[in-house]
């Protein structure tokens, strides 16, 4: 049969008065008066039917079960102490808002926020992915304490984070034939590697019709490693079952990529912050 859990007000008031020597002391330690000191040990040995103190008009001894059970109360009471430091400080750490865009996160986001957290610890960070011009707009209105963006998406002040080639993608399996519209997969508009994408078909005067559109680059990656068509992607968001096909099917050649961070944290520790968020996506990519 399950005894009932012991209390930890009873536990602590136990050591306290173990500790003192004194049921005065350990009341006033506690905030609590010598009659309710005196009440709780009275309950704490109900609750476990053993004698914890040896009791004069003088003086307090512990027991022999009493000597050995407040190791067994000190160590519970460490435990529940540092569980409940431990909530607090989660609690208490500050948030940070990061939003990073859809083709900057790819696929090494979760390692990213990894990284972040192992190196610091004391922040919550609360990651958003979107397009760029979206999340730019927000970050210009105070909603993101800091943003990863394409850098055509702001105003290009930003730290420069890495560059990486835009290519176009497509299943190794993959045919199209030229004498009809390319079929494309992208992201929904506002997207700015689409408008590229299209830009550059229409430059060359190469047809298109649109097959799939995603509302992340995982979603274009599937589409693509699929065979529905061909994509724009950053090199680094290649599929390992699909191939670059520019040369190939002759279709005009994309502008690389630069990533930036915009952030507004300030002073020693903001910069900090700001330089680990730059080196955890510099590291993820290979920069």
């Not at 397009?131 to 930003?158: H, L, M, P, W």
């Not at 519209?181 to 190469?206: F, H, K, M, N, Y």
């Amino acid at each position: 049969m399950l005894q009932p859990p012991l209390e930890i007000d009873l536990l602590r008031s136990f050591v306290a008065v173990a500790e003192g020597e004194s049921f005065t002391s350990a009341g006033a330690a506690l905030g609590a008066s010598q009659s309710a000191m005196s009440v709780r040990i009275r309950k704490l040995e109900e609750r476990l039917g053993r004698r914890l103190l040896d009791r004069t008009p003088r003086s307090i001894a512990l027991t022999p079960f009493g000597e050995g059970f407040l190791g067994d109360a000190r160590r519970v009471l460490e435990a529940h102490d540092d569980a409940m430091l431990r909530a607090r400080n989660h609690l208490d750490r500050p948030n940070l808002a990061l939003a990073v865009s859809d083709h900057a996160a790819g696929g090494c986001l979760p390692q990213v926020l990894m990284t972040l957290a192992e190196r610091h610890p004391e922040i919550q960070f609360l990651a958003t992915v979107g397009a760029s011009v979206g999340i730019y707009e927000a970050f210009t209105s105070g909603q993101y304490d800091a943003v990863v963006v394409r850098e055509e998406s702001g105003d290009n002040k930003g730290r420069r984070l890495f560059r990486d080639k835009m290519i176009w993608a497509a299943a190794r399996t993959f045919e199209w034939d030229p004498n009809t519209p390319l079929p494309l997969i992208s992201l929904a508009a506002p997207c700015g590697v689409r408008a590229t994408a299209i830009t550059a078909l229409e430059a060359q005067d190469i047809a298109w019709r649109e097959v799939f559109v995603g509302t992340g680059v995982a979603a274009v990656q599937a589409a693509v490693s699929a065979g529905l068509g061909i994509a724009a992607l950053d090199s680094r968001n290649l599929p390992d079952d699909c191939r670059p096909v520019k040369k190939s099917l002759g279709l005009p050649l994309l502008p690389a990529t630069q990533m930036l961070l915009h952030h507004r944290l300030s002073g020693r520790r903001g910069n900090e912050i700001a330089s680990a968020i730059a080196a955890a996506f510099r590291e993820t990519a290979g920069q």
